[in-house]
């Protein structure tokens, strides 16, 4: 049996290899075609995924003011720009931005700026009309977004995202 | 063989059956230790007493503790307000893990300083890297089911550093949180991986005791046993040094447990968690403290979520980073004062971690990550080869008849 096994070994491939092979094949695919329901069961379920859409009233928020809504169990800042943040936020140089993008290209109205309030480093909430730029600064690890919600200093990669949503009236808005 | 075994009828009965007596003779009695082993040779055992510790709390905080994110800050209270001695076994549980980090922190700087990650002990050496990984994520995600405003925020930033990964970043974060941000689903998850981890670590613990059977204990000397002369039998020598370890240890445990059992934690986390406000500061608990501060410290986000895990990852390969023959820093005089460079830099980055991420921090803490790595990717090698090393002993025996005096 061993003389046999040896002899086998020596004289390279087998068919008792192929048996290995086979054997190792099919435990991989049966693993595979449990494998991925058992990792799918771990994504947003159903409910979760119905979209769900929030409108908003944007009469009462007055030039100056922001308030944050919860679209998708997530937080959205909508604010209501003053001239002087809409000046600020196109005087900028496009360029030298880390995540070059024009305000224009942000808003639908200059007046009315909407963003997912979570910052694009780890996820913490930023804290408005706060930090160098005015816009937002992010408390965690110390980003500064801009008042279109660009990120210029700190350890964010990008800008604060823009959610889609749609202008039902002049005065409202539903988001998603 | 199995006849041959002492002990009453019943007793030999089994063994005849399952050489379990036998086993546990050659692993706790008679396995032979070097002789030499100091108080450091302690912290693998309290490693296993801490363990132990976790586990068994945490089963009965289990028996009332509640999965579910509307219930779950509550039913924490519950067990500190209601359940009989439920406070005892949630400040044990919490401080434990606290004290579980320290004991294998300790072990770990063990094994640097006596090389006992060198060759032939590489594969143990790996194992307790896993194992520390694994403890990382479970208390991670242990941390998370008071459901605190630190909980909540913990796992926001944790999980979202996956989103650091490209392409699939935000599939897999969404993946993980089995929603659109962390909130329900996440923490019922969290709170089954953390019942199952544990026993994962068991199993770790066990094949690191394998590998440590096959390749015998490291020694203060770093030399290999040669005989009988130079070993002890594991009972009574180490099994009474290791009690008198673990009686100081659970002194250290009650103090905390008894008189400042939130020392280590931060009044945050009674705020029931909030997903609309992220609190103002927020630091991780303090074992984790020098790796923030690695993760901050590059101003990138993928690259600080890779500097972090490469702090960990560069560990495994230092059996081959170490270019020294010699294992014991008692005998390398270079090694030995970088040794103590490295412990500064450790600790020193976890106060930086401690502190807000800005102005003179971020220098400091950019400084103190570059030296981590410089000790491991440059000084280890050229230090292995440039170093003297002071003459070896004979054997383990000749040390210790002379006085332990190396």
């Keep these: 049996m061993a003389e046999h096994g040896t002899a086998a ?168 | 063989m199995s006849n041959s075994y002492r002990g009453s009828a019943v007793v030999r009965w089994v063994n005849d059956r399952l050489p379990i007596f036998t086993f546990l003779d050659h692993q706790m009695r008679d396995y032979p230790a070097p002789r030499n082993l100091n108080y450091w040779w302690n912290y693998g055992s309290l490693a296993l007493v801490a363990l132990v510790l976790q586990i068994v709390t945490g089963i009965f905080l289990a028996m009332h503790y509640i999965g579910d994110a509307r219930f779950a800050f509550d039913s924490v209270e519950h067990i500190m307000r209601n359940v009989n001695y439920g406070w005892l076994l949630r400040y044990l549980h919490s401080n434990g893990a606290a ?72 599939e897999i974060v969404a993946w993980l949180w089995g929603g659109f941000a962390v909130g329900g689903p996440t923490l019922t998850r969290f709170y089954a991986l953390h019942y199952l981890l544990p026993f994962v670590i068991f199993g770790l613990v066990f094949l690191h005791l394998w590998a440590l059977r096959t390749v015998k204990s490291n020694n203060p000397l770093g030399i290999d046993v040669r005989g009988p002369q130079d070993t002890v039998p594991f009972h009574p020598y180490y099994t009474s040094k290791d009690y008198f370890g ?89 090694y030995k004062v970088i040794f103590w460079f490295l412990l500064a830099d450790v600790v020193l980055l976890g106060y930086v971690g401690s502190q807000p991420a800005e102005g003179i921090w971020i220098h400091i803490g950019r400084a103190l990550t570059a030296y981590y790595f410089f000790h491991f990717l440059i000084l280890t090698p050229v230090v292995g080869k440039i170093e003297r090393p002071r003459p070896l002993p004979q054997s383990i025996a000749a040390v210790v008849l002379k006085g332990g005096k190396a």
């Design chain 2, 246 to 334: 673990m009686g100081l240890f659970l002194l250290v445990l009650a103090g905390f447990v008894f008189y400042a059992p939130n020392y280590m934690g931060h009044p945050d986390n009674y705020i029931p968690a909030n997903p609309m406000v992220t609190p103002t500061h927020i630091v991780p608990e303090w074992y984790f403290l020098p790796f923030y501060a690695i993760l901050r410290a590059i101003p990138d986000k993928l690259g600080g979520v890779i500097a972090m895990a490469a702090s960990l990852l560069v560990l495994f390969v230092l059996p081959w980073l170490d270019t020294s023959r010699v294992r014991s820093a008692r005998f390398r005089p270079i």
């Design chain 1, 9 to 176: 070994v020596h004289t390279g491939e087998t068919r008792r290899d192929f048996l290995y092979v086979a054997t190792a094949a099919v435990s991989v695919v049966g693993v595979g075609a449990v494998g991925w329901p058992i990792v799918d069961s771990m994504n947003p379920t159903a409910d979760v995924l119905a979209l769900a859409t929030t409108e908003v009233d944007l009469v009462p928020i007055e030039v100056g003011q922001a308030i944050t809504v919860v679209w998708q169990s997530k937080p959205v800042f909508v604010r209501h720009r003053t001239d002087q943040e809409i000046a600020a936020a196109a005087d900028v140089a496009i360029e030298d931005l880390r995540d070059p993008q024009a305000d224009g290209d942000r808003v639908q109205k200059p007046e009315w700026l909407i963003l997912i309030g979570i910052c694009t480093h780890l996820g913490c909430i930023p804290i408005g009309y706060k930090g160098d730029f005015n816009g937002w600064f992010c408390p965690c690890h110390g980003s500064h977004y801009d008042t279109s919600g660009r990120i210029r200093v700190g350890p964010a990669p990008e800008n604060l995202k823009v959610p889609p949503y749609t202008f039902t009236t002049d005065t409202s808005i539903v988001i998603g």
């Design chain 2, 99 to 170: 004290l579980f980090f320290l004991v294998v922190y300790v072990h770990i700087f063990r094994g640097l300083y006596y090389g006992s990650y060198k060759s032939p002990r590489e594969i143990l050496w790996w194992i307790g890297i896993v194992i520390v990984l694994a403890m990382m994520a479970t208390a991670f995600m242990g941390y998370v089911l008071p459901w605190g405003q630190m909980s909540f925020w913990a796992a926001t930033v944790i999980t979202n550093l996956f989103s650091a990964i490209p392409l699939l970043g935000q």
